[in-house]
Nanobody, 115 residues
Framework: QVQLVESGGGLVQPGDTLRLSCAASGSIFSIYTMGWYRQAPGKQRELVARIFNGGTTYYSDSVKGRFTISRDNAKNTVYLRMDSLKPDDTAVYYC?????????WGQGTQVTVSS
């Protein structure tokens, strides 16, 4: 079992920066592929960024060049740095841990980008 707790969301203005954190506990963090997803009102949950256990990263086209995912295996934490935020980035952001058939979700953190 893995427990995931996100933090760092909030209300920001367009162009601002936020850093989300996801602290994991309960298992061997380093083996998991970690991801950030988001879900806006009335829309399906979508993958934003992913970091594999070897450090390779993937980004959706909508955030590529603006968001950076990273992980600190010593702290069992994955981060999402979000630069140049846009109103379209407004959503609940969820942390995900995946390994083989195991898949875990955090409770989500709200990010609102508005002037």
């Amino acid at each position: 079992q893995v427990q995931l707790v996100e933090s760092g969301g909030g209300l920001v203005q367009p162009g601002d920066t936020l850093r989300l954190s996801c602290a994991a506990s309960g298992s061997i963090f380093s083996i998991y592929t970690m991801g950030w997803y988001r879900q806006a009102p009335g829309k399906q949950r979508e993958l934003v960024a992913r970091i594999f256990n070897g450090g390779t990263t993937y980004y959706s086209d909508s955030v590529k060049g603006r968001f950076t995912i990273s992980r600190d295996n010593a702290k069992n934490t994955v981060y999402l740095r979000m630069d140049s935020l846009k109103p379209d980035d407004t959503a609940v952001y969820y942390c995900n841990a995946n390994y083989a058939l195991s898949n875990y979700w955090g409770q989500g953190t709200q990010v609102t980008v508005s002037s």
